[in-house]
């Protein structure tokens, strides 16, 4: 192989090795034993605080209450947030959605399904955090 083709081939590697990506929530890979509930973790930005992303599988248009419900972590990943965000919104698209208490979660309401055509919870959360609003955004397949 010529230097050209072999540089090119290097270049190639090193982009796909690189985690070239939309700029979406990142999950953590192979962290240990699973979160408590069985959802997928996403770092908070600027701490290392997770909230824990769990969606229920939806058939169809029938209304659902709590597709998706949010646990907020601490940094081990298993330890609930202490005092946890007792309300918030998730951005979908254009949509606003007020996010419901429900036990230790936050979640969505009653109404037809928010991410039954993507497969997975997109959009942006947004809470506030000792004090501090944050926004968290989400891209869980």
């Known amino acids: 192989m010529s230097n050209r083709a072999s540089l090119a081939a290097w ?4 982009g796909l090795s690189s985690g070239c990506g939309s700029g979406g ?4 890979p192979d962290a240990g034993p699973p979160p408590p509930h069985q959802g997928e ?9 997770f ?15 709590g597709e ?19 309300s918030g919104t998730l951005e979908v698209g254009r949509k606003t959605i007020a996010l419901k208490p429900e036990g230790d979660a ?10 039954a055509r993507t497969g997975g919870v997109d959009g942006l959360l947004k809470v506030e955090l000792d004090g501090k609003p944050v926004t968290i955004r989400l891209g869980v397949r």
């Open 25 to 28: 929530a990142r999950t953590l």
């Open 68 to 86: 998706a419900s949010f646990y907020f972590l601490g940094a081990d990943g298993k330890t609930p947030i202490a005092p946890a965000p007792a």
């Open 11 to 14: 270049l190639i590697l090193a």
């Open 106 to 115: 936050l979640v969505t309401p009653a109404g037809p399904p928010l991410f």
């Open 41 to 49: 973790l996403v770092r908070i930005p600027g701490g290392k605080q």
């Open 51 to 65: 909230v824990e992303v769990v969606q229920k599988t939806v058939s169809g248009s029938a209304t659902v209450s």
